[in-house]
């Protein structure tokens, strides 16, 4: 277990070195094979870890996915670069907050803390919020919804209730964890969310936003590796999260935007769409 | 609560390491260091791998077995287009 430990140093310590390479564009393309070596390091390293015993699933898991990652990577035109990242994203965010509910599921929810109950519900929370976000984003980009703003009168008023009530509900499991109404309750409220949150941004700000939603499944990883008590998740998620956000922020600015005015600018589009 | 408090300050810390890492971007490489975290966002693989290859329940392990396809997606293909949009950047460059 030490020596897993060690190996998950040296991953770390390849993202943080990948992430301030990609920043550059002379040292960009031996960032990201950096950053991919890290992750090598982590998944091969785990794999010896001595809670796993059954590797079908894995073995299948992997090999469907890598199947479908190479294709679309191959596939996808290099003008369609946003909507394939968000499509990505939107898998990783998924996938935190599934590792979150596996986590609770295969375990006696009494054998949890508050703190680890809170963390499981932010992941799934955070990480659900991505996954449907992130597939509107694409949808957007792709033309398969409306580019433009679509919102309902007093849309952002809506979307902060609903996340105020999210966050009540993610205390509320956390304080009963064995009322499944509230843990569902809780997960589709946050799919929900995702798709209202994003539904009414327009277009040409969907490269921002995405930007955005990478910070997020940053933050659900980083929340499922307090779940499972796991360094290099909570490391690597909070590195993204933080990374992700400078990122938006520089973004933002390159379009002359603040943050605020492209998450709630569909204030003063409400009368058009409505 | 010992362990919790521990993780917390790992979180922190690893928040500012990300705070710091990215100061100056020029245009062009936005995209590309948006996709290059995002497939580090993909680490989550590892949880898929914990709960998927775990003893505890089968229940558990078909959620694990989903994670692990959704989260391989993000990883590999996060890391393929973001070389294929840096070696794209790198022909452009020789063209000069």
Known sequence: PNLIQIFYLIATGFFIVGIKRLGSPATARSGNQLASLGMLIGVVVTLFDREIIAFEFIIAGMVIGAFIGIFAAKKVQMTAMPEMVAIFNGFGGGASALVAWGE??????????????????????????????????????????????????????????????????????????????????????????????????????????????????????????????????????????????????????????????????????????? | MEAFIFNLFIFVLASFVGFELITKVPPTLHTPLMSGANAISGITLIGALIIAGGPDSVYAQWIGFAAIIFATINVVGGFMVTDRMLEMFKKKEGEK
């Open chain 1, 104 to 274: 609770f599921t295969r375990l006696d929810p009494s054998i949890f803390d508050t703190q680890g109950l809170v963390t499981t519900g932010l992941s799934i929370l955070i990480g659900s919020i991505t996954f449907t976000g992130s597939f509107i984003a694409f949808g957007k980009l792709k033309g398969f919804i409306g580019g433009g703003r679509i919102a309902l009168p007093g849309q952002n008023y809506i979307n902060l209730l609903l996340t105020a009530i999210a966050l009540g509900l993610v205390g509320w499991f956390a304080v009963d964890p064995e009322y499944q109404l509230v843990f569902w309750l809780l997960f589709g409220l946050a799919l929900l969310i995702g798709v209202l949150t994003v539904l009414p941004i327009g277009g040409a700000d969907m490269p921002v936003v995405i930007s955005l939603l990478n910070s997020y499944s940053g933050i659900a990883a980083s929340m499922a590796g307090f779940v499972l008590g796991n360094n290099l998740l909570i490391i690597s998620g909070a590195l993204v999260g933080a990374a992700g956000l400078i990122l938006t922020n520089i973004m933002c600015k390159a379009m002359n935007r603040t943050l605020i005015n492209v998450l709630f600018g569909a204030f003063g589009g409400v009368s058009d769409a409505g």
